[in-house]
């Protein structure tokens, strides 16, 4: 009977798109086979989960990311307040990996015309 061939963690994290911390965790909970030898995980990778879909992969799923300067243009308004609005729960973010805000477009359009909304409406009283 053949052996499959093993690989260690860190190339079964790379093939899988998990950190190495995720894959022992799962190998840990039984979750995947894997083989532990003196200290150190060993994988089939005929056993791995799937690697998740690459952003580039996602085209037309993802949604379109705006950065606070992009967002302060269309309210002519300062970054900075673009920041406070994402404090203050006005506007939702995600965060990138560097740590800085991004905003969907969908939501700052929305931000959008409900202040045109409120505009006009004021306008009337």
Do not use: C
């Not at 963690?9 to 950190?19: D, H, I, P, S």
């Not at 894959?23 to 990778?45: C, L, N, Q, R, T």
Request: glycine share 8%; charged share 25%; hydrophobic share 35%.
């Amino acid at each position: 009977m053949p052996v499959p061939d093993m690989v260690p963690l860190g190339e079964a994290a790379r093939l899988t798109g998990r950190t190495p911390q995720a894959i022992k965790e799962m190998a840990e909970a039984g979750e995947v086979f894997a083989v532990h030898v003196s200290g150190h995980y060993y994988f089939d990778p005929a056993q791995l989960p799937e690697r998740p879909l690459l952003p580039e992969e996602l085209q037309g799923q993802l949604p379109e990311l705006m950065t606070a300067q992009e967002v302060a243009h269309l309210f002519r308004v300062h970054p900075k307040t673009v920041s406070s609005w994402a404090r203050q729960g006005k506007l939702t973010y995600i965060r990138t990996l560097g740590g800085h805000r991004r905003y969907t477009a969908d939501d700052v359009h929305h931000l959008l015309n409900q202040q045109e909304h409120d505009t006009k409406e004021e306008g009337r009283s």
